[in-house]
């Protein structure tokens, strides 16, 4: 495997794509202000959340950032795991929240924010990691036999997710009420 180490190349969509925590605190906002939950829409909007936490954190406990182009557990599967379960998140957020303003709202945020994430993140694993990289997204690289573990979760820092889906659930329960 062939490791070059090189800076994620600057571009405007990199800088967005690196802005995509802040402006989502500012789109949660907005939606919880917009939200108006049923105990209907949380029955059936939270548990597809949860669903979708328990995929980021699957992917967090096998995912070695920097280090390599990770091939176990989700990543087998799907090249971006971590924002297909943000993706399934929100679904679950939006039908919860149960406004078509908060599905189109989130709807955007996802689709901008995601897409230039997904976009900068492959140009800097082809530049980092390349042939090993575009063997892995040709489906030519074999799978790593890796066992989950909480701990490199932990370290990816994917306990946040949790808490803030924690959070806002309440919130939107709260507000059910």
Same mark, same amino acid.
């Given at each position: ?11 405007? #969509?990199?800088?967005?794509? #690196? ?9 949660? /906002? ?31 406990? *096998? %995912?070695?950032?920097? #280090? ?23 679904? /679950?957020?939006? %039908?919860?929240?149960? *406004? ?10 996802? /689709? ?39 701990? #490199? ?11 803030? %889906? ?12």
């Amino acid at each position: 495997m062939r490791r070059v180490s090189v800076a994620a190349p600057a571009s405007p #969509r990199a800088g967005l794509a #690196r802005w995509r925590v802040p402006l989502g605190f500012a789109a949660a /906002g907005l939606v919880l202000w917009l939200a108006q939950p049923t105990p209907a829409s949380l029955r059936i909007g939270l548990p597809i959340a949860v669903l979708g936490q328990l995929l980021r954190v699957w992917a967090a406990g *096998h %995912l070695e950032k920097s #280090r390599e182009v990770t091939t176990s557990g989700p990543y087998r599967v799907t090249r971006h795991p971590l924002y297909l379960g943000s993706s399934i998140m929100g679904i /679950g957020l939006a %039908l919860a929240a149960h *406004h078509w303003l908060v599905a189109l709202l989130i709807a955007a945020y996802l /689709g901008a924010t995601l897409w230039l994430a997904i976009r900068t993140e492959e140009a800097y694993l082809r530049a980092t990691f390349g042939d090993t990289y575009d063997r892995y997204a040709g489906g030519a690289l074999p799978s790593v036999a890796r066992q989950f573990s909480l701990a #490199r979760a932990i370290r990816n820092k994917e306990y946040r997710a949790p808490v803030g %889906l924690m959070l806002v659930s309440l919130f939107l329960w709260l507000r059910s009420q």
